[in-house]
C-alpha cells in the first residue's frame, strides 16, 4: 500500500494495488458469505444508498462512471470497456474506484476496482437468484471462466441454500486440449469448502451445460456482437422453467428474451 500527499496539503490518499484487494476480500465462500450479507442489508434498504451513473461509447470503448453514497463515503467508480482488450487476453472491463470522506470530500482510497466489481456483479445475481426462489433444489449453469464467473461460482455457493450444482462452459480452450480439462484445472484453484457446498461440473459445449438447468449466469463477453443462445440452443417450452440472469448482455438473443417468464 502506497500513501501520497495528493494535493499537497498534508492529508494523505492510500493507493491499493489488485493483490492487496485480494488480501483484503479473498477469493473464498467466508468472504461471499460476507458479502451476500451485505448485499441484501443494501437492497432492503437501498433508498439510504443513493446512486447514479453515466455513460459515454466512443466506438469500440465505453466508459462509465457510478457514484454511490454511505453514510460516511461517496463512492466513484470509473469504469471502460473494450473488446479489444480481449483480442490481447486482457479483462474486457478496467475499473478504478476512489473512496472521498463525505464531510471534506478528500479521496482517501484509490484502489483497483475490478476485485469490487466482480464481487457486486456476482453477489447482485447470487441474491436474486435467491430472491426469486430458484437457488433452492437447483441446477446452475454459469456460462464464462473469466473473473466474473469464478466470483459468482463462490457467490451461489455461499447462499444459505446453494444449488445442487453448478455447471460451467466457456468459449475458449486457453491453451488446454478442451474446454473441459481448462475448466477441471480452473476447479482446482477455487476455495476447497465450496466443494463441500455443491457439486461443480465442467462442461465442454453450452448445450451440455444449459441442458435440465434451472438457473442460467450469462457472464460471456463476446469478441463480436453475435449473440451465441437463441432457440436453437434453449427450447421454447424450457424457457418457462428457468431462471436467466443476463450478467454481460452479450450472449443472450434478443428475439427470445420474451419468452422467458
Avoid at 106 to 128: E, K, Q, V
Amino acid at each position: 500500500m502506497y500513501k501520497i500527499d495528493l494535493y499537497g496539503d498534508g492529508h494523505f490518499t492510500s493507493v491499493l494495488s489488485h493483490r492487496e484487494i485480494g488480501v483484503i476480500f479473498p477469493p473464498t465462500v467466508e468472504t461471499f458469505k460476507r458479502v451476500n450479507f451485505l448485499t441484501v442489508h443494501v437492497l432492503k434498504d437501498a433508498g439510504r444508498y443513493p446512486h447514479d451513473k453515466a455513460t459515454i461509447e466512443l466506438g469500440s470503448l465505453k466508459g462509465r462512471t457510478l457514484l454511490g453514497a454511505t453514510d460516511r463515503s461517496v463512492v466513484s467508480r470509473i469504469f471502460t470497456a473494450s473488446l479489444g482488450n480481449l483480442k490481447l487476453n486482457r479483462r474486457y472491463a478496467t475499473n478504478v474506484v476512489i473512496l472521498w470522506e463525505r464531510e471534506t470530500g478528500h479521496p482517501y482510497c484509490i484502489m483497483d476496482g475490478n476485485p469490487i466489481y466482480d464481487l457486486r456483479t456476482a453477489s447482485t445475481a447470487a441474491i436474486g437468484v435467491e430472491c426469486l426462489g430458484s437457488s433452492r433444489q437447483s441446477v446452475a449453469c454459469i456460462l464464462g471462466a473469466g473473473p466474473v464467473g469464478r466470483a459468482t461460482i463462490l457467490a451461489l455457493g455461499a447462499l444459505r441454500n446453494p444449488p445442487q450444482e453448478i455447471r460451467l462452459t466457456a468459449r475458449r480452450k486457453s491453451g488446454f486440449r478442451t474446454v473441459k480439462e481448462r475448466l477441471s484445472t480452473f476447479f482446482q484453484s477455487l476455495d476447497p469448502a465450496l466443494l463441500e457446498r455443491t457439486k461443480l461440473v465442467a462442461c465442454e459445449t453450452l448445450r451440455e451445460a444449459i441442458h435440465d438447468s434451472t438457473v442460467i449466469v450469462d457472464a460471456i463477453s463476446l469478441r463480436t456482437a453475435s449473440p451465441l443462445i437463441d432457440e436453437r440452443v434453449i427450447p421454447f417450452e424450457a424457457m418457462s422453467r428457468m431462471t436467466y440472469v443476463d450478467v454481460e448482455n452479450q450472449a443472450l438473443a434478443d428475439s427470445i428474451v420474451a419468452r422467458f417468464s
